[in-house]
């Protein structure tokens, strides 16, 4: 397993900044060795990161927030369930097309996502990995542990509690969303369709992208007759923006540290060079 964890992260993936030459790559901890540390040949200031006091290496940091980012995401779909204010964009696509074909949810969901996860492998299976695992057998055991749990202490909330869970929910999803998207140990099939139109083919922004894949969910789910409630559309609107704010101003700091900004600056040139040459 250890063999397996270390291949996902020393996979080459998004994180790379840029290649010094050998002599560039002597010293101690200046700019240079930090940005062949930041391009995962070793763990960031191996010995020098702290979570909570403890000593902690970059590879350990990507691991927890992977699995902690699932978790609460998890907690946020029982939260929205028992909101009922409208279902998240790609739930709406799932059910637009069990409407169609006349079928159920669930074997659609398998559907949809086993397409997109062949499709994920075959052109970025980068975003494949020990997250895509977590979301698959966590998600769903934390959405029922979650709504089950506010059911019990809040069995028929009022309008203004249904819409408090709902703004709970969409600013903790964004968190969470950022958390495992930041660790790069792999993401869900849905999250991984913005996430290589923004990385690997250069697109747009993933604030852009991630808007534009959940708009098209949600124009699927309306012509389809899924309905379309006000966290619908907040969530289509909103999540990509706040989920861009949270990884520039929480995750990428947690797990860069210092060197956050000059990772940051290197996703924005790779960003600008592939617009260029497209």
């Not at 990385?199 to 899924?226: M, P, W």
Request: charge should be neutral; charged fraction near 15%; include cysteine.
């Amino acid at each position: 397993m250890d063999s397996f964890i270390h291949q996902l992260w020393m996979d080459d993936g998004q994180f790379p900044l840029y290649n010094k030459s050998e002599s560039e790559s002597q010293g101690s901890l200046g700019e240079p060795n930090r940005i062949r540390e930041l391009s995962g040949s070793e763990p960031l200031f191996a010995g020098m990161n702290y979570m909570g006091g403890i000593d902690m290496s970059q590879k350990t940091k990507r691991i927890l927030m992977a699995f902690f980012g699932v978790v609460i995401t998890g907690f946020c779909v029982g939260t929205f369930q028992k909101a009922s204010l409208g279902a998240d964009p790609f739930t709406c696509f799932v059910t637009a097309f069990a409407n169609v074909f006349h079928s159920t949810y669930s074997t659609f969901y398998l559907i949809i996502t086993g397409a997109l996860l062949v499709g994920v492998f075959f052109i970025n299976r980068h975003y494949i990995g020990i997250a895509t695992i977590f979301n698959l057998l966590g998600t769903g055991i934390a959405a029922d542990f979650m709504y089950n749990l506010l059911d019990h202490f809040f069995p028929d909330p009022s309008l203004a509690g249904r819409f408090a869970m709902l703004a709970i929910g969409v600013l903790v999803t964004c968190f969470s969303a950022s958390l495992y998207f930041t660790a790069d140990l792999g993401v869900s099939a849905y999250d991984a369709v913005a996430l290589t139109a923004a990385n690997k083919y250069k697109l747009a922004a993933f604030r852009v992208c991630r808007i534009s894949t959940d708009l098209v969910c949600v124009i699927a789910g309306f012509f389809c007759h899924v309905t379309i409630g006000v966290g619908t559309v907040i969530t289509a609107l909103l999540m990509g923006p706040i989920i861009q704010w949270y990884n520039t101003h929480v995750s990428e700091p947690l797990l860069y540290g210092k060197d956050a900004e000059i990772y940051r600056r290197r996703q924005e040139k790779s960003r600008a060079r592939g617009m260029m040459n497209a």
